[in-house]
Structures are given as structure tokens and as C-alpha cells.
């Protein structure tokens, strides 16, 4: 899987509403949030929301890509966007 980092918001803002891009980010020093990141195109914000997954997500593949729980893009304040990241693709649930 190829991943670029930092992501280019800009660039997802222009894709359509629901867009999502994910992948896996080395430690690059003090500050980095190295591991999964998750991006996708919210029309609840109005554009990207997303960001690392935290203790609360266990990477359980690197290549590809698989994390365990789902993502879930909780309403009232995001979309309601739900599903898995597994064998590096989005699975919509």
C-alpha cells in the first residue's frame, strides 16, 4: 500500500463526499503521531475530519493494512461513516 504523509486535505476536500483515505505512518521524530491514520471527506464538518487511531485500535496487520474495532464516524457531530479497514481496503458496513 502507498501512503503519503502528511495527508493533503486540500486534495480530499475536492474528492466526493465520503472519500476516505487510511494507511500506516512511520515515527518520523518528537511531535510525529506515528501508526494508522485515518482520513475521510465528512459533509457533517464540511470537508476532512479523521485522524490517528489510538490505543483504542489494535493494528493487527501492517501490510495490508488490518485494524480491529471498526471506525465509526459517531453522529450527532460526524456523518455516521462505519466500517473496517481490512487487508488494506475499506469494507463499509
Known sequence: MEFT???DLKALAAEPIGTIIFGYV???GPGSWPGVVEFHNCPAVGGPYGGPLDGRWTLISRDPLT???SIWCKPPGGCGMHGFIRDGKWVAS
Do not use: D, L, N, R
Open 67 to 69: 485494524v480491529s474495532p
Open 26 to 28: 512511520e515515527e518520523e
Open 5 to 7: 504523509w502528511p495527508v
